[in-house]
């Protein structure tokens, strides 16, 4: 195994865990380090069909699936692999179709683009738009885009003032112009939410300063009026190091208005992004927090309404204490998936259960929050299956779930290559 493989793994088993505010400054995504769990009462179980479509394995086909996946009408899924794709692990763009045969459409090579964390979108002609964390001219990350005949195309290289480190999956409007988010980069350093235009031309729209967010991870989402709203990890209340994070909307104008801020106890470092009803209200996740009388917890799945206040849906373990086992789940990074009733979807990457393959708290579970308030925990991997899900799942018209765990599966990698998933009722 290559170096920088091992050092990719590594980086992903780190991330599990509930934080303990009193520890040493928490770190960017993926570097955050084991603490003690509480176990909650046992949630409801539904019936579900798990199967695994794909499993990698660390060779042309890419490894590390941390992205989320989109699909086409004939339920192709599209996503990308931080690693693998050759001897120079820089990562793929891939499809898998229904019968689980994989298709690798385009392997990054350094100068074109390195290492991609986020999912990809696509337009209706079946091009398909992404970013990667590193490469590019200054190796620090690119916009690109992929044809229909697997030609790459960079639509932009970061080098700076303009942003950079992107981890953030795109959105695209009906103009063609892309929105995204930089972790780091813009005028004060601490991460950008940029345009790119149908011509190519990247636009930084809003720089964050650290008081109105820092550090944002996930992507952004975009109403009729043409308002963006998203997250940022850090920044914000000083209640946490380095503040516990926000949820922000930024209008067409350029002006920005931090909507929530967080403050430990309803939710603390909220990585995933957000998704809207018809209403207005936004909904989402945070990795750490939520414990009713402490800075610490496993984190939170929260709804604000249009006036920005907050109301917590569902807690994932309450505060720090030694336990053996978490079955709700604990620390969700992927964004939430919301269907015609309310229900909400999303996955946590630790918890569900004792796993000797994965930490004691588990290799992660799927979860269903109903309109009620009520979690059900649709699957809750064992590491073989998959472990680690980080990137937001998608659903079809009839209710099925697919998605990628990031690791489990081929043992080709330390803790495994990572597996495209499944779910049916």
């Not at 928490?26 to 603490?35: K, L």
């Not at 809207?276 to 939520?290: H, K």
């Amino acid at each position: 195994m290559s170096k920088s493989l091992a050092v990719t793994v590594s980086v992903v088993f780190l991330l599990f865990g509930c934080s303990n505010e009193n520890s040493t400054l928490p770190q960017p995504t993926g570097m955050r380090h084991p603490s003690y769990y509480r176990s909650g009462s046992s949630p409801a179980s539904t019936t579900s069909h798990f199967s695994i479509l794909y499993t990698f394995k660390d060779g042309a086909d890419g490894a590390l699936p941390n992205g989320g996946l989109v699909r086409d009408t004939s339920d192709r899924l599209y996503g990308t692999t931080y690693t693998g794709g050759g001897s120079a692990y820089t990562g793929v763009v891939f499809d898998v179709d229904q019968k689980g045969n994989e298709n690798v459409l385009h392997t990054f090579n350094g100068f074109d683009g390195q290492t991609p964390e986020a999912g990809v979108v696509r337009d209706a002609a079946g091009n398909i738009y992404g970013t990667t964390l590193n490469g590019g001219s200054s190796d620090n990350g690119v916009v690109f885009k992929v044809d229909t005949g697997g030609n790459e195309t960079v639509l932009h290289s970061f080098g700076g003032s303009d942003g950079l480190n992107p981890q953030s999956s795109l959105v695209r409007d009906a103009a063609g112009n892309l929105y995204g988010t930089t972790q780091l980069g813009g005028s004060f350093g601490d991460g950008v939410v940029f345009k790119v235009d149908a011509s190519d031309n990247e636009m930084v729209l809003h720089s964050f300063d650290g008081t109105d967010g820092n550090y944002p991870v996930a992507g952004v989402i975009r109403d009729s009026a043409g308002n963006l709203y998203g997250t940022t990890i850090f920044g914000g209340n000083s209640g946490c190091n380095m503040g516990c994070g926000v949820v922000f909307e930024l209008h067409p104008n350029g002006t920005e208005t931090v909507l929530h801020s967080f403050a430990g106890m309803d939710g603390q470092w909220p990585e995933a992004g957000l998704v809207r009803d018809s209403a207005g209200n936004l909904y989402g996740t945070t990795f750490n927090g939520g414990a009713s009388s402490c800075f610490d917890g496993c984190g939170v799945v929260f709804k604000l309404d249009r006036r920005g206040k907050e109301s917590i849906v569902h807690r994932f373990c309450l505060c720090v204490t030694p336990a053996s086992s978490i079955r709700d789940g604990i620390n969700p990074v992927g964004s939430l998936v919301r269907d015609a009733n309310g229900d909400l979807y999303g996955t946590t990457v630790s918890g569900g259960g004792d796993s000797s393959v994965c930490s004691s708290t588990g290799c992660g579970i799927v979860f269903e929050i109903n309109s009620g308030g009520t979690e059900s925990v649709l699957h809750s991997f064992n590491g073989t299956d998959g472990s680690a899900p980080v990137g937001a799942l998608v659903r079809d018209s009839a209710g099925t779930i697919f998605g990628a765990a990031s690791a489990g599966g081929s043992s080709s990698c330390v803790y495994g290559c990572g597996v495209i998933f499944k779910i049916g009722q």
